[in-house]
């Protein structure tokens, strides 16, 4: 059954492996990091920095002022907006980390700082987007015509691709 929201859920189904890749790149940090520890790694902060990122980005401006009107507050997405401020904040924090990486050999706390990260970004994110699946999409299904499924989602589209444009600057 295709819902007014489909091609957010369709995003989602595109961004799925990309978050797993977060948990894989955890999994392959130990005391000696080989280069396809490393490449996991780097295709993890490049997933954020390009698609993660410009999404969150996209919510704030499009999607979540249509959620907060459905809802009837302002507030109905705060927690949702946090979410992604932490995820901006680990982002930040797993360039920091990888930037010290001088070689294949890192110390214990090295390696738990790189898991601590890449484990709490695969976890928030999948939790972020399990809520929106289950609770803001059935929402704006039940409550938002069809035009205005189209013009949140070309703002949405908009929004991304300026997010987008700006971490390439």
């Known amino acids: 059954m295709t819902t007014l929201t489909q091609p957010l859920r369709d995003e989602h189904k595109e961004l799925f492996p990309h978050i797993e890749s977060l948990k894989l790149a955890g999994m392959a940090v130990h005391g000696t990091l080989s280069q396809t520890s490393l490449d996991l790694i780097d295709e993890a902060y490049a997933f954020l920095v390009t698609h993660l990122l410009p999404h969150a980005h996209a919510e704030e401006a499009a999607l979540y002022p249509v959620v ?92 991304a691709g300026e997010a987008k444009a700006h971490a390439q600057a």
């Open 68 to 159: 907060q009107k459905v809802m009837g507050t302002p507030y109905g997405t705060a927690t949702m907006s946090r979410d992604h401020v932490e995820v901006e904040a680990l982002t930040q924090e797993l360039a920091l980390l990888r930037g010290q990486i001088s070689a294949t050999e890192i110390g214990v706390k090295q390696a738990n700082e790189l898991k601590r990260v890449l484990y709490g970004l695969y976890t928030l994110v999948k939790v972020h987007f399990a809520k929106e699946e289950e609770v803001y999409l059935p929402l704006l299904d039940a409550n938002l015509t069809p035009q205005d499924a189209r013009e949140m989602f070309e703002a949405m589209e908009a929004a």
